[in-house]
């Protein structure tokens, strides 16, 4: 099969281009801003999608807690859905008139909008004009978002030859996992330090307030920076582009790159995703374990995995980017399932005991897909009853045009009774809560990290890899789009995705097929489409 990007010569003293550059002050100043920018824009992000179960009580009407937590994560997901967007508008602006003061200018968006989030009154307070204005600026956030990690990519890799490009660009790949870990760190301080019930009321807030302290951090240190070689010397040359969103949509050279780096940044977005976010939500959701223990646990596993994204950049940078992406995609795939299991197995012998002895099966006709409105057949209650024990479920039609029938193990019932279900439930062996004292900590941790491992491995060179397959003149709007739609739109929206699949099919695990399906998807674009990149000379 013809190879779509290859690798590329081209004379550098032709180009007057430096690769040494890289090695001064100059270039190490400018993976440092690119990254902490990174960081403290997705700590930004992630304190929203940690704290979704919060905004889900204060932001949306009472009457049906699944519908309220899953508006909150299409909330969250809407900041992803914006971002081709804002792909778009920066990547432009980027290509035109420079790198440097674009990345000035997202930083300052996204510290602004998530400080007002914390400022923002409640449902209780104004209605429905509270989770307007939150969706509002999660837009802001989005546009942000989508203009940051194209100029970062292209700023740093402009900047570096082809030597350590990989391990200079990773520091990049590494700045969502330490602003996930940061966002951890700020809502774990400020629930210690608070009651349960301030912090409900009003310290979630807190960690977004903190926000103007790294709004004024990061865009101090941007304002130190020097434009990139590359675009200064396209600029000088008169080698703009007019019309870089054009150029890169409408010419099929380019719109056939684009396609791929989307398959691919999609296939990595959710590999990542499921290693640090999700399984957030699937430990305190579906697992019933204590939200300070997962936070406990996942961050563990990220501090630890952070530097992994430079050894695997710099691996990249010998053997190349492709057998690194293809790697940890492959092993993400085959061991996340197995995985996820263990997990439950680990943290909730019970539940995992139970659902193996005991299974449930919903036999009903009729049921409705209730995502967002209370639930109103007895189909819907049973379901949305046991999406919040944590319960997976077999469903089956029922042979009648009218009830439901619940079994848990050997005992059959017949309609909806709250009481009922629940004693059936304990009967059989399902908590409601896990055991700290049953639960298999080490053994946990492991699988996390092992999680946290693979996703480095899929994610450390993609910021290269991307910078890579474009030319300098189309860079920014050429890495911002695709990234925008495979990390932001089909990887954003899985927290969303993955709950949806949970609260209508009834398996627990079967949201898991999202990332596994397209995952292997990029690992095929990668093996068969996509030619080796990291010798490729980008300073043109």
């Excluded at 019930?197 to 790294?214: M, N, V």
Aim: hydrophobic residues 50%.
């Amino acid at each position: 099969m013809q190879m779509w990007v290859g690798e590329t010569k081209m004379n550098m003293a032709q180009m007057k281009i430096d690769p040494g550059k890289a090695r001064n002050a100059e270039g190490g100043k400018v993976v440092v801003a690119a990254s902490l920018g990174t960081m403290f824009e997705w700590y930004d992000f992630f304190v929203y999608g940690s704290l979704a179960a919060v905004f889900s009580a204060h932001f949306f009407p009472a009457g049906n807690e699944t519908g309220a937590f899953l508006a909150s994560l299409a909330t969250f997901g809407v900041g992803f859905a914006v971002r081709p967007f804002g792909a778009v508008l920066f990547g432009q602006i980027g290509d035109r008139f420079g790198r440097k003061s674009t990345l000035l200018a997202t930083i300052i968006m996204m510290g602004l909008a998530t400080t007002l989030i914390g400022m923002v009154p409640t449902y209780a307070a104004i209605g429905l004009a509270a989770p307007i204005i939150l969706v509002l600026l999660r837009l802001v956030q989005g546009l942000a978002i989508s203009g940051e990690y194209g100029g970062a990519s292209a700023y740093v890799s402009e900047y570096f030859g082809n030597r350590n490009r990989g391990l200079a660009t990773s520091w990049i790949q590494s700045g969502p996992s330490i602003g996930f870990l940061l966002s951890l760190a700020a809502i774990i301080f400020c629930s210690s330090i608070l009651s349960s019930a301030d912090f409900t009321a009003w310290g979630w807030r807190l960690p977004f307030l903190f926000s103007i302290i790294l709004l004024l951090l990061s865009a101090y240190i941007r304002t130190r920076l020097s434009e990139s070689p590359v675009f200064a010397r396209a600029k000088t040359s008169g080698d703009l582009s007019s019309s870089p969103v054009a150029e890169s949509l409408l010419r099929w050279e380019n719109l056939k790159l684009i396609i791929v780096a989307t398959v691919v940044a999609a296939a990595q977005a959710v590999v990542w995703n499921v290693a640090h976010f999700y399984v957030l939500f699937f430990l305190t959701q579906e697992v019933k374990v204590a939200l300070s223990t997962a936070y406990m646990l996942i961050g563990l596993s990220v501090l630890i995995s952070i530097p992994l994204y430079p050894l695997f950049g710099a691996i990249s940078d010998k053997v190349g980017r492709r057998p690194v992406l293809i790697t940890g995609l492959l092993l993400s795939v085959f061991t996340l399932m197995p995985t996820y299991q263990g997990l439950m197995k680990s943290l909730n012998p019970a539940l995992a005991a139970a659902t193996e002895k005991n299974p449930v099966v919903l036999i009903a006709s009729g049921c409705n897909l209730r995502l967002f409105s209370a639930p109103v057949s007895d189909c819907d209650k049973a379901k949305d009853f046991l999406y919040k024990a944590g319960v997976s479920y077999l469903s089956e039609t029922s042979p009648s045009t009218a009830g439901m029938t619940l079994k848990v193990g050997d005992k059959t019932m017949s309609g909806f009774n709250l009481d009922a279900f629940r004693a059936a439930l304990k009967e059989a062996g399902y908590p409601a809560s896990a055991d700290p004292k049953d639960a298999n900590y080490l053994q946990a941790f492991c699988l996390l990290l092992m999680l946290a491992v693979f996703a480095a491995m899929a994610c450390a060179p993609i910021a290269t890899f991307l910078a890579e397959m474009f030319p300098a003149r189309l860079r920014y709007t050429s890495i911002s789009i695709p990234y925008s739609m495979g990390s932001g739109v089909i990887g954003g929206f899985f927290p969303f995705v993955g709950t949806a699949i949970i609260v209508t099919t009834g398996s627990v695990f079967g949201s898991l097929w999202y990332p596994i399906i397209i995952a292997a998807i990029g690992a095929v674009v990668l093996l068969f489409i996509v030619g080796e990149t990291n010798k490729k000379d980008i300073h043109t």
